[in-house]
């Protein structure tokens, strides 16, 4: 099993460009998390899905993030227009209902100039 | 809210030391999880606990979870450099399967 894949798994953008991160979940899964990482905040769920339904979306910070999922195998968070306050770790995970624990992916590190 | 803090919030061990991080939750826990995350990594699980009193231990690392489901503490018996990252403690969130993770304690360990 190749695990969670993210890519790219460095982006540098410049303020006011659209970012777009993706997530490709193990197979078999039926959960699917994103996740950003800072010093200041720690690890905050933004929003996650289940079956390909978003099923809690709170944590997204503002209407500049969408995220969406398309089909089983794959998800992506968007930032449209992107800050240097959204510079982070973003991480991608996934589980299903039978083993409640989550996998993570290698993350993807967003720096917006 | 839920609120899952754990102190301490870092920790500087020489090597062969032992290291406790204590996980404390506002409300009652279901169960709780712990994940590790190696620097420049991402975090991995570890274990889940589920009973109260529960102590589960995984060679020098010993998981604790209280009587009250309130907290939980992961315990490490002589160190080694391979111990170096942060830990989290999470908790069960507002949803069937979603977690809300602890605030994390960092693992330093000097040779």
């Known amino acids: 099993d190749a695990g969670v894949i993210q890519s790219p798994r460095h982006e540098v953008t410049e303020m006011g460009q659209e970012v777009t991160l993706r997530c490709k979940p193990i197979s078999g899964h039926d959960y699917l998390f994103w996740y950003r990482q800072t010093m200041m905040r720690g690890l905050e769920l933004l929003i996650y899905?289940?079956?390909?339904?978003?099923?809690?979306d709170s944590g997204m910070p503002e209407d500049r993030f969408s995220a969406k999922m398309p089909n089983a195998s794959f998800s992506t968070l968007k930032i449209q227009p992107s800050e240097p306050r959204d510079s982070a770790v973003y991480f991608c995970a996934s589980s299903s209902r039978s083993l409640l624990r989550q996998f993570f992916g290698p993350g993807t590190r967003l720096t917006v100039l | 809210g839920q609120q899952v803090m754990q102190i301490p919030q870092y920790q500087h061990v020489q090597e062969g030391e032992d290291f406790t991080t204590y996980c404390n939750s506002s409300?009652?826990?279901?169960?709780i999880q712990w994940y590790k995350q190696r620097p420049g990594g991402h975090p991995v699980f570890l274990i889940q606990l589920v009973k109260s009193g529960e102590v589960k231990k995984q060679k020098r690392l010993t998981f604790q979870f209280g009587e009250a489901k309130k907290n939980s503490s992961l315990h490490i018996t002589a160190t080694q450099t391979t111990d170096v990252g942060t830990y989290f403690c999470a908790g069960p969130g507002t949803g069937a399967n979603n977690l809300f993770f602890g605030t994390g304690t960092r693992l330093t360990v000097i040779p």
């Open positions: 409300t009652t826990l279901s169960n």
């Open positions: 899905f289940n079956n390909n339904v978003p099923i809690d």
